[in-house]
C-alpha cells in the first residue's frame, strides 16, 4: 500500500471470552480501511497490572499496514472496542475491561497530542506488550528509547504464559 505505515497495536481483555474478543479484535484490524493485518502474536496470559485485584489478562500484539493516520487509526481502535463492549470511564484506569486496544508504535512517529502518545509511553515497562511485540518484530525499535528486545530485558516477564 503506497503512503502506508506498520503500526503496533496491543490488545487485552479480562472479562467474558477474553481470547474469543481479542480474535474478533484481529478480525476488525484488518478490515479497516486502508489496513492489512501483517502478523498477529500468540495469546498470553498474565496477571493484571496496575490493579491486581481482578482476573488475569489475556494479551496479544498485532502488526498492522494502514493508510489511516495516527489519529484516524485510533479513533477506529477506539470504535472496535466499543463494539465489543467497552465502556469507558475517567475513573477506570486499569480496571477489567473487555477488549482495550492501545496504539504502541505508529511507524518510527514520536506523537505526544491529547490523547495520543506514541510509542505509548509505557510500552517499556510492560512485559506483557513486548513479549508478545517482540515475538512477531523482534527487530521493533522503540523511537526515543531503542530496541524493544533491549527493553523486554530489563524486565521480569516470568508471570506471562503463551496460550495459544
Not at 60 to 76: F, K, N, P, Q, S
Amino acid at each position: 500500500m503506497n503512503g502506508s505505515t506498520v503500526a503496533l497495536i496491543g490488545l487485552g481483555g479480562n472479562l467474558g471470552d477474553a481470547a474469543a474478543t481479542l480474535r474478533q479484535a484481529l478480525q476488525d484490524l484488518d478490515a479497516l480501511p486502508g489496513t492489512r493485518l501483517l502478523r498477529a502474536s500468540r495469546l498470553y496470559r498474565s496477571r493484571a497490572w496496575g490493579r491486581t485485584d481482578q482476573a488475569d489478562f489475556i494479551n496479544a500484539v498485532a502488526m498492522i499496514e494502514t493508510a489511516l493516520g495516527a489519529r484516524e487509526l485510533l479513533d477506529a481502535m477506539l470504535g472496535i472496542e466499543h463494539a465489543a463492549g467497552r465502556e469507558r470511564h475517567a475513573d477506570e484506569r486499569w480496571g477489567p475491561r473487555t477488549l482495550d486496544l492501545d496504539l504502541l508504535l505508529y511507524g518510527a512517529a514520536e506523537i505526544d497530542e491529547p490523547g495520543l502518545r506514541v510509542p505509548h509511553p509505557h510500552l517499556h515497562e510492560r512485559s506483557f506488550a513486548l513479549v508478545p511485540l517482540v515475538e512477531i518484530a523482534p527487530d521493533a525499535m522503540i523511537p526515543g528509547l531503542g530496541s524493544a528486545r533491549a527493553a523486554l530485558a530489563q524486565l521480569e516477564p516470568s508471570d506471562i504464559e503463551a496460550i495459544g
